[in-house]
């Protein structure tokens, strides 16, 4: 066992260690803290020096070269005059390129070998000429271009700078080209805008005179500085350079400044830790209520939600999804499909679409069938999205499922009701047209009579040894027949318009819809006086419907227009059906010529129970629009240009 003095001593003696390593640790903080601004400032300082350095280097070899460029056309100009001299034109025509090429010359001079002044081109002519024989006479000594020294703010030539360039004849002096430079278009056109705002530039004389300055971003600090020696021969002159910026700067006091900082950085990072912590312990205790609330209201629900992870494994369902199915959670949470309340004949479907879920794609919104655990089958609707968590990851699907059993026995209920306001509209329909039809079959029985009767007579008279006539016989029974056939088809169009049957989708020709009817409209139109135009073009694509129910709407809208047309000038009763096919629909319009429709009717046109006849019950239009929105197409309505109205009900184009 080991003695408690010795470790309680040995505690002792590592004590100090632990506060001496802290203090070490803030005090080498500290001189870091003060080591790094005067580091970084003396970084920044001598890097502006260097940059500066070489940004002045770069602008004197910049005037060097173009003075050089310039002292090259000049040589060539003179070995041209002291061979050969051009034409004054030509001469001067030269002279106007060299001052086009070099903006900072402001005169050119070509002496003869006394100095008399052969040409000249630049500067007013009332400038002094340069006046400096001593370089002169340099140059013609030694046969070399020479700059003079430039001329400063006292003389007469301030700011200028010339150059001169004897000519030789077969070793004659035969005179001298003289260049006057202006040093400050020198600076001005040369030397970058960007530099000239960041540093006064200045060429110096021999005495540090300043001769040409700019300054575009202001005078300089004088903190970073350089000069740079120009190699002209013969002139002393010397670019120099100042920065506008100034030294940067280390924070005052900085050791206290840094104390208060890390005391204010120690004393917020308490502040903020303890105002987290404090967060932290509200958002808990929130999420508890809402995990409480939101059990609670999941639990209310008579929606059931389902959520599933991205391998299509159950990881929550609420009471109203285990009700539905007739399964305990514990039966639906961690499997896998498939699931038990898949109903048998709709097996595939699951299948298929479970596959769309394992590639990331789902229907949003569908309907099928669930079984319960007693075997009792339970249509659903079903919404899902995706499941995202807090970093916008998707981690699964989260669905919502509606018992739509009441919705759809509600819909069976419609549909048979609808399917009885089809019927008695049909039969009000023929109620209407009963007389006209009465009138109609008299006449083709009547003609039957007549024919029938006069084959009897041509019997008898053959009876009496009167020869029969075969023509006039088989005439007569030629049209007994014909209108016997017409009697059957107007009795057999009625017949199948009033009769009840269950609502058949079938590829269907506009044109047998039109011809199905045809009789009953042209019986309605005769009895009216109207005239019937039928407007079908012969490559109209056929539409997926119930045939009867077309029918039915054909009729009705035929019957409104011949109706519109009972007050107008009998040769304005004109009704025309006309169709026509986009790319997605086809079309079907009844154009009559009547009184129209006016705007507050028109608002209520296919109301149920509206009507503007006095013995019509309201149905007519309404089961009209009903019927064509069955086939998910539209019925419209518009003016006719011509007077009247035109009904337009368009079907979608079977895919």
Known sequence: MKNPFSLRRRANLARPWRWLVPVLLVLLFLAVLFWLPWQARQME???????????????????????????????????????????????????????KNGPELRQVLWLGPNGEVLARHGMDPGLAPPDDTDTQD???RIRAGRYSEPYGATRHRAGLLDYYLPLYRDNDYVGSLVATYSLKVLLSETVP???????????????????????????????????????????????????VKGAPRLLPNLLVGSVIVLALGLLWSLLTLWRHISRTLAAESALRQQMAFRTAM????????????????????????????????????????????WAP??????????????????????????QRSDGVRVPVLVFEAPLVDSRGDQTGWMSSILDITDRKRVEELNRQQQEKLEAGARLATMGEISSMLAHELNQPLAAISSYTAGALNVLERADKGVPIEPTLLRRALEQARQQAQRAGQIIKSVHEFVKKSEPVRETVAIDSVVDGVRALIELQTRQAYVALQIELPPDLPPVLADRLMLEQVLLNLTRNGIEAMAEVAPERR?????????????????IDQGHGIPLEVAERLFSPFFSTKAEGMGMGLSICRTAIEFHGGTLTHAPNPGGGTVFTFSLPRPA
């Open 298 to 341: 999941e639990n209310s629900l008579m929606t059931g939600l389902r959520a599933r992870d991205l391998e299509g494994r159950v990881t929550y369902v609420n009471k109203a999804f285990c009700t539905m199915v007739g399964l305990a959670p514990e039966e639906l949470l961690g499997k896998k499909p498939p699931m038990p309340y």
């Open 345 to 370: 004949e709709v097996r595939g479907e699951y299948e298929q679409r479970f596959a769309g879920v394992l590639a990331g794609t789902i229907t949003p919104q569908f309907e099928t069938v669930f």
């Open 138 to 140: 340099m140059a013609r």
């Open 574 to 590: 004109i009704l025309r059906i006309a169709a026509g096919a986009d790319a997605a629909h086809v079309s079907v319009s009844v």
């Open 193 to 243: 805008w960007w530099f000239a705002q960041d540093n006064a530039l200045a060429l110096l004389d021999r005495n540090d005179v300043a001769v040409a300055a700019r300054a575009d971003g202001g005078p300089g600090r004088g903190v970073y500085t350089h000069r740079r020696a120009f190699d002209l021969p013969g002139a002393s002159i010397v670019l120099a350079t100042d920065s």
């Open 45 to 99: 300082t001598n890097e502006r020096q260097e940059q500066l350095i070489a940004d002045t280097l770069w602008v004197e070899q910049t005037l060097r070269f173009e003075l050089a460029r310039s002292e090259e056309a000049l040589a060539t100009l003179g070995a041209d005059l002291a061979g050969k001299p051009p034409a004054p034109s030509v001469l001067q025509a030269r002279l106007a390129q060299l001052f």
